[in-house]
């Protein structure tokens, strides 16, 4: 064998398989990655071991096989844990290879695991998605990177099995600062579509039409061309649920209030998907939102309508 | 003379000749409407007066030798005064003329209106309008309609040459409900823009990397597009200006109000652009709502920079 390998004989391991993971880690499969995986839940890993994936039994065992590994789990404890803990990531890995986190985190926390993992040799990207479980079916996520460039390259033919647009954002950490800077958007923005909405409605306006006319101008927003319509027909089922927006907002109002940074309409907004979450609606779609105003306005809307 | 007069014979009004108004009433001309015009300080109707409007004295004297009559002023005691004032249209029209109020204004005064002209047999359409002073001279205005179809059927010629987007929301009241809604979310969405904008830049991160990353997701408005890249370049030059998106968002909450209908995200974006007019700096476009959060969160930025 001379020079490097070419990129379908880079071995990928992948930890993480809930509704995002398990349809990325079949694009990788799809694309001829070699592929070992790895869940808390091992159940989970049934459909892709019969796909040809080796499932091991902890992320360590991982780490061991893998020259590129892959972690997208809930929250910024389940990171630290898998990579840093005990039979994680940081156990098993190699020197040289190159360790992707794809969950929504802590900038912080972020660089600190790329520090800890740089002092071993191996390179860390962050690289935080949009785009959804729709995205993560179709491999069209969009993907923002933090990390060093020469990673990013090697890693790259891995990221463009699952995602379409990838975006270098700058140093570890910049990819999850630029996913919280999306998340922040979609959070107002929703709350722009339920504040709108709701006044047509409350008016007396027929809110489909109001709808047709705000969608053609300054507006508009994927939120009045993708949610607002799920909202007129009362269909909340979830392209991202609330639980894991308001998690988000969490990282977002944690990170800012580090840096000082006063984030008046996210906090607003924060709270107000609370009243969803207090409705025990936290698993309905993130444009459940307008509940919380209609609520806070005495409108009783038929439970499931 | 048999039937109805061919659209181009209906002779039209237009009352108020600012940014907005002076563009559209120079469509109207160039469609070939025989048109009559007025504005309080006259010089303002010196290039229609050489374009072949003729100039009247007064709102009485428009409304008199026309059979459509535009309004487009500032708020909704203007649209009072000039409609229903001394020397004000209600003293000059006839029967069966159609009064057309494309200002923005309160849905409940433009009831009222409505009711007193309709006690003349005068029909009334409210008709606000989005795309600024770019879509007035382009002739590509998204028209929202409060009235009787018939009415609107009458008008729809005259409305063509000044907008490319017409939509019949309802009764009267109800195009000025749909105009609120739609400046609700455009408010909001500005607090969206501003509010990640601002944490991707203090968290260090390269803003216009960002911004192309969010651009591309569920992150994406109008707004993004057409507004972000003129915060990064600094560049706070009105599209809308602050104290109309102001004067809009006082409708709003007013109307609300009336309806007992809280909105948190609105009042709270119209308190922020309040520290933008306390900068003095009411003139500039509505993206300028990023210096509120600049403001409060002890960033100097060089003025005009």
């Known amino acids: 064998m001379q020079g490097k390998p070419a990129a379908k004989t880079l071995r990928v391991g992948f930890i993480g398989l809930g509704i995002m993971g398990e ?3 079949e694009n ?12 808390r839940t091992q159940q989970k890993a049934a459909g892709l071991k019969t796909a040809g ?15 590129i590994i892959i972690t997208i789990v809930s929250d910024t404890p389940d990171v630290r844990s898998v990579v840093l803990g005990p039979n994680g990531v940081i156990e098993g890995v190699r020197a040289g290879s190159i360790v992707i986190d794809m969950s929504t985190i802590s900038p912080q926390v972020t660089r600190d695991i790329a520090a800890t993992l740089k002092a071993k040799g191996v390179q860390m990207l962050d690289a935080p998605v949009s785009g959804g479980q729709k995205g993560a079916i179709e491999g069209t996520l969009s993907i923002m990177v933090g990390g060093d460039s020469d990673a990013l390259e090697r890693a790259r033919p891995v990221l463009l099995a699952m995602g379409k647009t990838i975006t270098h954002i700058g140093s570890n950490g910049m990819g999850q600062v630029c996913k919280l800077a999306n998340q922040i958007a979609v959070g107002l923005n929703n709350l722009a579509v339920s504040e709108s909405l709701l006044y047509a409605m409350k008016a007396g306006a027929d809110p489909a039409k109001v709808l047709q006319a705000l969608q053609g101008g300054a507006a508009n927003s994927w939120a009045f061309q993708n949610l607002a ?27 800012a209030s580090d840096l000082n940074l006063p984030l008046p309409g996210t906090a607003l907004t924060h709270q107000l998907y609370h009243a969803v979450e207090a409705r025990s609606e936290g698993n309905e779609g993130n444009h459940a939102l307008i509940k919380s105003l209609e609520a806070l306005a005495g409108i009783q809307v038929k439970a499931g309508s």
Chains 1, 2 share one sequence.
């Open 28 to 39: 990788l499969l799809k694309e001829g990655f070699p592929l070992t995986v790895y869940n």
């Open 23 to 25: 349809p990325m880690a």
């Open 229 to 255: 319509p799920k909202i007129l027909l009362r269909d909340f089922s979830p392209g991202f649920m609330v639980k894991l927006q308001q998690k988000d907002l969490r990282l977002v109002l944690d990170a």
């Open 53 to 67: 994936a080796r499932v091991a039994d902890s992320p360590r065992e991982v780490a061991a096989e893998a020259e």
